[in-house]
């Protein structure tokens, strides 16, 4: 891949990766509760996920689950269960570990939890199966070695994702800053319940 054609590329993952979505949403979260580092920790389970969608994508099984309605629809309504249990956990638990005094404290979630949570939101978001099997071969120059260029996009959009998720996070963190009490903090905790109650809702209307 031509360096001239990274640099048409690489804008337009990281405008895909600043996106709104279930993943960035979950970094936002994260960064409000267990601080930006944690939450960037967290992204190599979505990357993770997206380096498995990506490999099955180049293998042509990626236009298999897009097209077939069973298999689409499997992966989607697993990632709004998912998104939608992750959001009622949220709401119930906005109180856990905030004491009633003007500092709050928030249970820390090992890392290994964080990645966890990012990869299976990733992993049955079937709206990524959809940009690695419509997106990326749009972008391929088919007179050059075609998974040469599939790796380099692969790797840039993985890079992205840590950029986008590390924004959120940031972003998270520094709402959380303006909130000095803990009632505060609790509806905080709620708001973003209430956003990934709202994202399962989004994906339930995904169609192919």
């Known amino acids: 891949m031509a360096f001239v054609d990274w640099l048409t590329i690489a804008p337009i993952f990281l405008l895909l990766s600043l996106g709104p979505g279930p993943n960035n949403f979950m970094a936002m979260s994260n960064g409000i ?5 944690a939450a960037l920790v967290g992204t190599i389970g979505r990357n993770f996920a997206f380096a498995i969608l990506m490999l099955v994508s180049a293998l ?5 689950i897009v097209s077939s309605s069973l298999l689409f629809n499997i992966v989607k309504w697993a990632g709004v269960c998912y998104l939608l249990y992750m959001g009622i956990k949220t709401w ?10 003007e500092v709050t404290h928030t249970r820390k979630v090992p890392y290994s939890g964080l ?8 992993i049955s978001n ?14 391929l120059n088919l007179d050059k070695p075609v998974m040469i260029q599939f790796f380099i996009m692969g790797f840039t959009f993985i890079v992205t994702e840590f950029i986008g998720s590390y924004i959120y996070a940031i972003a998270g963190n520094q709402i959380k800053r303006f909130i000095k009490s803990s009632k505060g903090v609790i509806r905080l ?13 989004v994906l339930a209307s995904a169609s192919r």
């Not at 042509?60 to 298999?64: C, D, I, K, R, T």
């Not at 079937?126 to 972008?139: R, S």
Request: proline share 5%; charged share 10%; hydrophobic share 55%.
């Open 92 to 101: 119930r638990n906005a109180a856990h570990g905030v004491d009633s005094g």
């Open 126 to 139: 079937p709206k990524a199966i959809l940009i690695f099997t419509a997106v990326f071969p749009q972008m």
């Open 60 to 64: 042509g099984l990626g236009a298999v």
């Open 33 to 37: 509760n267990q601080g930006p580092v």
């Open 189 to 201: 905790n709620r708001s973003m319940g209430a956003v990934f109650v709202a994202a399962s809702a």
């Open 115 to 122: 990645i966890r949570q990012e990869f299976i939101v990733a």
